[in-house]
């Protein structure tokens, strides 16, 4: 199984359900076909870099998945089709990427136990 990251970028004209209902669609399609879901992240409406359909800014969404691989093509199509999202971005991690992604995650778990620990001190 090969590990794969998407980015996509929905329109900031979306309600929260909306928003919250695209994502969900996507994260059942994977999970549909067969692909394990290993992280999501929601990172929230932010600025664009630049322009895309006379939208300055987006909410973004991130998941990790490991698949085989057949059904790259087909997602593909599906974002292009669905018209609230605006852009999308799907890599193959490689090994590096993936111990990368895995030494942040748990460097950002650590740091929010250390937070809840503060907190409830």
């Not at 329109?11 to 919250?20: F, G, N, Y």
Request: glycine share 4%; hydrophobic share 35%; charged share 35%.
């Amino acid at each position: 199984m090969n590990h794969y990251e998407t980015v996509f970028i929905m329109t900031p004209v979306l309600s929260e359900e909306q928003m919250k209902e695209t994502v969900l669609k996507f994260s059942s399609f994977l999970k549909e076909r067969g692909a394990e879901i290993v992280h999501e992240n929601y990172w929230g409406l932010r600025k664009l870099a630049y322009p895309i359909q006379k939208k300055s800014s987006g909410f973004y969404h991130l998941i990790e998945f490991k698949s085989d691989g057949n059904f790259l093509k087909e997602l593909e199509t599906t974002f292009k089709r669905d018209e609230r999202v605006i852009r999308y971005l799907l890599v193959k991690l490689d090994k590096h990427a993936i111990v990368y992604n895995e030494k942040r995650r748990s460097k950002k778990e650590a740091s929010l136990a250390k937070t809840e620990e503060k907190i409830d001190a």
